[in-house]
């Protein structure tokens, strides 16, 4: 059963940088069927998809984080990455990862259970 | 980019009660849109794929259709354990992903 797994600070002063790890278990992050995402969730907003990345290195960032976002996958780890730049109160939320499939039809799942990022003074 | 917008943004029922949401496309995604439940405190959960398609483990009584820019997903009978917020999600232009705003669904 495949697992998905955030892990990196949870508290972060504002123009400091986000750097985020998703642990993948349970199966290979190198499988061609998938691409892999983050995605975000102000408190008591809806979600906003960060980017997603595949095993090759392969991005694609949300337009309006661009300029902020970088991403990368280790494959010897089964882990790939968040980082956000110079960030602001705006950029508290819940942060998931997840597993993206896009044959048969684009879904995330599996999700992990997110971790909370706060920015402040 | 693709905008969702869902309808309602909070719905009261009882269990037992046949609910329906809307999720409207601001241009044609064909059918590449998929539903999440979320309860408070958890990640989202995917229901439905491809506008129709069950996920496996996914009660019958939940069922999605529509096509283009206007998509639905009901729960003929809700239960307890389905008062939680539902949102719908687009990838037409792929990679490109967005979410809609979500709908909650109480206790009446």
């Known amino acids: 059963q495949l697992q998905l797994h955030e892990s990196g600070p949870g508290l972060l002063k504002p123009s400091e940088t986000l750097s985020l790890t998703c642990s993948v278990s349970g199966g290979s992050i190198s499988s061609s069927s998938y691409h892999w995402g983050w995605i975000r969730q102000p408190p008591g907003k809806g979600l906003e998809w960060i980017g997603s990345i595949y095993y090759s290195g392969s991005t694609y960032y949300n337009p309006s984080l661009k300029s902020r976002v970088t991403m990368s996958v280790d494959t010897s780890k089964n882990q790939f990455s968040l980082k956000l730049s110079s960030v602001t109160a705006a950029d508290t939320a819940m942060y998931y990862c997840a597993r993206l499939g896009y044959e048969g039809g684009a879904r995330f799942d599996p999700w992990g259970q997110g971790t909370l990022v706060t920015v402040s003074s | 980019d693709i905008q969702l917008t869902q309808s309602p943004s909070f719905l009261s029922a009882s269990v037992g009660d046949r609910v329906t949401i809307t999720c409207r496309a601001s241009?044609?995604?064909?059918?590449?849109l998929a539903w999440y439940q979320q309860k408070p405190g958890k990640a989202p959960k995917l229901l439905i794929y491809?506008?129709?398609t069950l996920q496996s483990g996914v009660p019958s009584r939940f069922s999605g259709s529509g096509s283009g820019t206007e998509f639905t997903l009901t729960i003929s009978s809700l239960q307890p354990e389905d008062f939680a917020t539902y949102s719908c999600?687009?990838?037409?232009?792929?990679?490109?992903?967005?979410f809609g705003g979500g709908t909650k669904v109480e206790i009446k």
């Open positions: 999600q687009q990838l037409s232009s792929y990679p490109r992903v967005t």
């Open positions: 241009q044609g995604i064909n059918s590449y």
């Open positions: 491809a506008a129709s």
